[in-house]
């Protein structure tokens, strides 16, 4: 059965701290990780990561996938309040299949 | 462009009666989903659909959960008879077909439902 574990399950920082989430998988046929940042309601899709060693960015944020050791990492830096989130992990196995999700990882970040 | 909706945000019944969910994918997405999180647990995955047709019900829990997806619009999700261990939050999500070229589903707020 697929598998995605996330680390830590929930982090608190301060105002410009930087942070770094895990996500760990054992997939067959993996195709995907996407990352998803869940604030109130609906989880908004941050990255998708398919080749190893490329990162995508997005202003604070950064991801990577390491294929070889089966995990990625979404780094933040210079945290701000907005930040404070669950932050989760999944991944998929074919292009329009199902999406198999960590635990997800609750960050609080405090002014 | 709007996003995937769902509706109710929130639903109370009790055990043994009958909730209809309903979720609004974005405009032009082929592919719609059905997830739900129970308390403490991860998102997981109930039933993948391709415009009216079900391509993967692997994680529908039991018979007592029905999806149709009628026109290949709109979806429904019903449980009948609704039991404790339903309760959660039900998200819907829609993404684009083969041409799209990329699989970001994009999530609705979920549905709570709190079975008493």
């Known amino acids: 059965e697929d598998k995605v574990v996330q680390s830590p399950l929930s982090l608190v920082v301060h105002e410009g701290d930087t942070v770094t989430l895990n996500c760990s998988y054992e997939?067959?046929?993996?195709?995907?990780l996407l990352w998803y940042k869940q604030e109130k309601k609906a989880p908004t899709f941050l990255f998708m990561l398919t080749s190893s060693g490329i990162e995508k960015k997005s202003g604070r944020l950064s991801s990577i996938l390491d294929k070889k050791e089966l995990s990625s990492i979404l780094n933040i830096t210079a945290t701000q309040t907005g930040d404070s989130a669950i932050y989760l992990c999944a991944v998929l196995r074919t292009s329009y299949g199902k999406l198999t999700f960590g635990q997800g990882t609750i960050l609080t970040v405090h002014p | 462009e709007a996003g995937v909706t769902q509706f109710p945000s929130h639903s109370v019944i009790e055990k043994g009666q009958t909730v209809t969910l309903r979720c609004d994918p974005i405009?032009?997405?082929?592919?719609l989903y059905w997830y739900r999180r129970v308390m403490g647990k991860e998102i997981k995955f109930l039933l993948h659909?391709?415009?009216?047709?079900?391509?993967?019900e692997s994680g529908m829990p039991n018979n007592r959960f029905l999806a149709e997806r009628t026109g290949g619009t709109y979806s429904t999700l019903k449980v009948q008879p609704a039991e404790l261990e339903d309760s959660g939050v039900y998200f819907c999500?829609?993404?684009?077909?083969?041409?799209?070229?990329?699989?970001?589903?994009?999530f609705g707020p979920g549905t709570r439902l709190t079975v008493l």
């Open positions: 405009s032009g997405h082929d592919n």
């Open positions: 659909f391709v415009k009216e047709s079900k391509q993967d």
């Open positions: 997939v067959t046929n993996f195709r995907s």
């Open positions: 999500a829609s993404s684009r077909d083969l041409a799209g070229g990329t699989n970001e589903q994009f």
